[in-house]
Each structure stands twice: as structure tokens, then as C-alpha cells.
């Protein structure tokens, strides 16, 4: 996506009703859209709807949008919306609820770490695998990378959404917290928690 | 190994250290706990080795996704674009 220069081309380019600007936008952005509202609603095709309906809402408001925040924010900010009020008209469960935010879940497994009465407490017993001494080529693979997709698919709605916008998509964490309204706070937390389960996913085949 | 001698102040444990990698990764330490946290990876290869790993998951998730727009949508999105323009 452009950035803040590009979006005012981009919005007067919509404006005028530019058919190709508006098929190039509504391509880029659809992974970020689709993500947001599947982290909400759950079904695909229920996804896909509340991605034409933010589509409705974005043309209806394109007019009044200010560039206060970057357009992909606010298209975003739309879906997030939608999808909420579509999450709560079926009594949905919401992510971000207290259980998501569970503290307690570990980064790593607590018994890769020493006990409170061995030598050095809370150091690791055998250190990870450098995977800077595989070849790139390794990390690089295709089934590497459906891995990465896979595990991102599998966890927890919250984890999922922050990690596809900041990650997978390539949100600023300003952008993560806006779109989610969240705090940056629990965005990294959520991020981490993320992160950490795909490393382990991957540190499970790297090692295998 | 970190040596946990205290002697700059608090010392992070390994365990510690894997909880902060994207605190520090996202630049969101204060210079105290970031100067604490890099003087732990300077003698912890584990942990750096684990930073790493974290820094390359995350660059690694970066476009693996296989959600492209269903072309039915995109026609429908396009005609909706085309009644927006006519109004």
C-alpha cells in the first residue's frame, strides 16, 4: 500500500471514479480486509460479506475521509466495525476477551528452563538451535513457509488477527492498535504470544 | 549461559529474556531495561540465538497468505463501484 503521499493520489484517483485504481486497492488490500473480518465472524463466506459491505460503507464515506489516518486505517477501521456488530448480531464470542489475554501462557516451555534450586535459575538447560547455521535455502522452502502459514491459521482468534495485520500484512503497530482497538500494550503481548507459538512450530520441524 | 552476578543492576534469567524478545524487537523497552536486556544477550547465545529466531518467524510470516479476492466478489465490488459513480 501507498503511504501517506500516495494516499491522497490514490483517494482522488477513487473519487474520479478511476475503475483501475479502485480494482488495484480492492485487490491489495483484500488479505488485510478478509483477515480482520475472519478474525471476528469466523466463516468464510460471512468474511467475504463483511468485506463487500465495508466496501459499501468505504465508497458511501470516501468523500468525508480526512487522511487523519492512512487510508489502508481507515478502510480497516470499517471492517473491524462491521465484523464486530456482525460478530455480536450472532452472539459470537469476541476476541480480546480475558482469556485471550492470559498472562500466564509461556513464550517457551517452562522445562527448557532450570529449576529454582539448580545452578543458574531460569537459564536455559540446552540453548536453541542457531538457524542461522542452516542454509537459507531450508528457510526459505515452500513447505517451510505453508508451515508459517499453517501454524498462524491455528491460533488463538486474537493472536491471529495481530499477527496477520503486523506480520503477515505489515501494519505498523500504530495501525494494529487503531484498526483493533487495543492497547499497544496488549498488541505486543498478543504479538509475542503469536510469534512465540510459530517459532516453537517451526523450532519442532527445523530440529526434527 | 548469562553469569547472574548482579552486578549491573538487575540481570535478566533466560526465561525472563524470552518473554521480552518483542518488547525489544518493537522498540518498546526503556533505555535501562534495553541496556539491561543486551548486556544479556552479549554473553547469552542461547538467547540471542532465540532474539533471532523470533526476528525470522516474523519476517517469515510476511506475505504467507493465500487469501486472494474470489473473482465473484471482485465483479460485485466493481459493479458497486460503478452504481457509487453514477450517484
Not at chain 1, 484498526?179 to 512450530?201: C, D, E, F, K, M
Amino acid at each position: 500500500m501507498a503511504g501517506i503521499g500516495g494516499d491522497a493520489v490514490l483517494v482522488d484517483r477513487l473519487r474520479a471514479g478511476e475503475e483501475r485504481a479502485f480494482d488495484e486497492i480492492a485487490v491489495a488490500l483484500y488479505p488485510a480486509m478478509y483477515g480482520v473480518a475472519r478474525g471476528y465472524v469466523g466463516a468464510r463466506t460471512v468474511a467475504e460479506e463483511v468485506v463487500q459491505e465495508a466496501w459499501l460503507g468505504v465508497l458511501r464515506g470516501l468523500e468525508r475521509f480526512e487522511g487523519r489516518s492512512t487510508l489502508r486505517t481507515w478502510i480497516l477501521r470499517i471492517v473491524a466495525n462491521i465484523a464486530r456488530d456482525r460478530a455480536v448480531r450472532e452472539a459470537r464470542s469476541m476476541p480480546f476477551s480475558a482469556l485471550d489475554l492470559d498472562e500466564s501462557e509461556p513464550a517457551v516451555e517452562p522445562h527448557r528452563f532450570r529449576g529454582a534450586d539448580e545452578p543458574y535459575p531460569g537459564g536455559w538447560r540446552a540453548f536453541p538451535t542457531d538457524w542461522r547455521t542452516l542454509p537459507e535455502s531450508r528457510l526459505l522452502a515452500s513447505e517451510t513457509l505453508e508451515l508459517v502459514r499453517g501454524a498462524i491459521g491455528e491460533l488463538p482468534e486474537s493472536q491471529r488477527l495481530v499477527i496477520t495485520l503486523r506480520d503477515v500484512i505489515g501494519c505498523s503497530a500504530e495501525e494494529v492498535c487503531e484498526t483493533l482497538a487495543i492497547t499497544p500494550g496488549n498488541q505486543r503481548l498478543l504479538l509475542h504470544r503469536a510469534r512465540a507459538r510459530v517459532r516453537a512450530r517451526l523450532e519442532r520441524e527445523l530440529d526434527g | 549461559m548469562a553469569d547472574p552476578s548482579g552486578e549491573f543492576g538487575h540481570d535478566y534469567t533466560c526465561r525472563e529474556v524470552v518473554e521480552l524478545a518483542s518488547d525489544y524487537l518493537e522498540g518498546a523497552m526503556t533505555v535501562r531495561q534495553m541496556t539491561a536486556f543486551e548486556l544479556h544477550l552479549n554473553f547469552c547465545d542461547g538467547c540471542s540465538t532465540f532474539v533471532d529466531q523470533i526476528r525470522t518467524t516474523a519476517a517469515m510470516a510476511l506475505g504467507v497468505t493465500e487469501d486472494r479476492i474470489p473473482d465473484d466478489l471482485k465483479a460485485k465490488l466493481l459493479d458497486a463501484f460503478r452504481d457509487w459513480k453514477r450517484e
